[in-house]
Nanobody
Framework: QVQFVESGGGLVQPGGSLRLSCAAS????????MGWYRQAPGKERELVAV???????SYAGSVKGRFTISGDNANNTVNLQMNSLKPEDTALYYC???????????????WGQGTQVTVSP
């Protein structure tokens, strides 16, 4: 129903930068918001940043001022620019979208497969 292509993860030194990208496709009528979550080993999945289809953004306190989320409604894509990365940012990062499919009355949440971000000297 909804497929995601995530890219941009990798290994970076502390203080470095990475840019994550996610493109959604499928029987999409409307996307209400897209965002990024992350899950570190032994921890629960947590919100990193989200952007609505009107451009409203929200960030986790731990990434404010370092990460910037942006979206392209026409192409159903979302990007996450991550600067000043810290070892504690190491996690599997998941793309997420709240989507209304064609011929459906209610929206649902869909998840990507995840892309690994490792911050280490």
């Amino acid at each position: 129903q909804v497929q995601f292509v995530e890219s941009g993860g990798g290994l970076v030194q502390p203080g470095g930068s990475l840019r994550l990208s996610c493109a959604a496709s499928g029987s999409i009528f409307k996307i209400y918001d897209m965002g990024w979550y992350r899950q570190a080993p032994g921890k629960e999945r947590e919100l990193v940043a989200v952007i609505s289809n009107r451009g409203r953004t929200s960030y986790a306190g731990s990434v404010k001022g370092r990460f910037t989320i942006s979206g392209d409604n026409a192409n159903n894509t979302v990007n996450l620019q991550m600067n000043s990365l810290k070892p504690e940012d190491t996690a599997l990062y998941y793309c997420n979208a709240k989507v209304l499919l064609w011929n459906y009355d209610v929206s649902s949440i869909y998840w990507g497969q995840g892309t690994q971000v490792t911050v280490s000297p």
